[in-house]
């Protein structure tokens, strides 16, 4: 590929620590594949190391659930005002979205009506819930990059220019290089070969997510130790939280449990895990791709719950049976989601090795189903191609796809 000729300017946006890890990687990857690029936009500490001008940090603006969006408005508008100042004063050549759906979108608005064009990488969920923004994005959003293997047909049916270029996560992976997730056992060495029977707790990855998951999945291995000898649990303390904020947690249950609070990355915890009781989100695809076995939890405050359940269009929350397409691993939901049923759900897989078998090896066709690492490489290759066709009008987007 030819590289990008002068200095071209791209302001990338990413709203949460997870787009801030996968915004960096396509910036890497812009920036090897063409290096005259100046980046600048909304990310975190993984982005600005990569070389972008971080004009408003992440963090300040990252929420969960639907009524929980209340208390961050203020900020949220003080800061779209400012990118949309910095649109206007940059003129960048490509706008790049990573998730984040609301603000992004917003963002596409302003920028289509500015003459800027969008790429969309990690869509929003709208084949899940709202999906009148498809319209929105038909309208405003030049191509969308998709991370899960339905999605691409999902927006070109809709009329929209969309590349399926695999997950992130397995490039993530693949940078550390991990063989262990691709092992055709699906489990590690770790957890096959140790007599002693350890369940991970990954309560989330914000304080609210802890605070509204801990309690109950803690309750919910009380149990469990009483049933199950020697059992012994990691929770998982994501990157930014305080141990002393998850030992107010956990300190009760010291004289009780054999528990362990890791600090460590997540693959590091599920090395160790013969089965995971997760709260629904990304954690939960990473467990898919290891193949280690676990139990969905989601909840949510009520109202955001009710709210859901009126938007929602999809059988599934979790991500591993959503690709799936069935239910692959059991899925606990709100008042589902209490000690007594997880603890019951967690000793039914615990105390049957066929049926953990059975799961490991359903995960690993969900595994395959993501396809291979690469996902930033294309990301950046789309990315590229767009700004030469905004400057020399190169390229072309046809039948729904992009030609690079």
Sequence with gaps: ?????????????????????????????????????????????????????????????SVVGITEVFSKLPAVFREAS?????????????????????????????????????????????????????????????????????EADFYREHGICATFVGHPLLDHYAEKDNGDAEEDNGDFPDARHSDQTVLGLLP????????????????????????????????????????YFMENFTGPYRDVLDIEIHSGAIEDVLRLCRLVVAASGTVTLEAAIFGVPMVIVYRVSPVSFLLGRMLVSVEHIGLANIIAGERVVPELIQKQ???????????????????????????????????????????????????RRKRFGSGSCKNNFCEL
């Design 82 to 150: 400012r990118i949309k100042k910095e649109m206007l004063s940059r003129r960048p050549d490509l706008l790049i979205l990573i998730d984040f759906p609301d603000f992004n979108l917003h963002m596409a608005k302003f920028a289509s009506k500015n003459k800027v064009p969008v790429l969309y990488y990690i869509s929003p969920q709208v084949w899940a819930w709202r999906r009148g923004r498809v319209r929105r994005i038909k309208k405003y959003v030049e191509h969308m990059a998709v991370i899960l293997p339905f």
């Design 204 to 243: 989330g990855s914000r304080k609210s997510e802890i605070a509204r998951n801990l309690p109950v999945m803690l309750a919910a291995a009380r149990r469990l130790e009483s049933r199950i000898s020697g059992i012994k649990f990691i929770v998982s303390m994501a990157p930014g939280i305080d141990r």
């Design 1 to 61: 590929m030819m590289p990008v000729q002068e200095n071209a300017r791209v302001m990338i946006i990413a709203g949460e620590t997870s787009g801030d890890n996968h915004g960096a990687r396509v910036v890497r990857e812009m920036s090897f594949k063409s290096g005259r690029l100046e980046f600048c936009g909304i990310g975190g500490p993984r982005m600005k190391q990569a070389g972008v001008e971080i004009i408003t940090d992440a963090g300040s603006l």
């Design 337 to 387: 989601a209490e000690p007594a049923q997880i603890a019951r759900t967690a000793a039914a897989l615990l105390s049957d090795p066929d049926s953990l078998d059975r799961l490991r090896r359903r995960l690993r066709s969900v595994r395959a189903m993501l396809g291979e690492p690469g996902a930033s490489a294309k990301t950046a290759d789309i990315a590229l191609s767009m700004i």
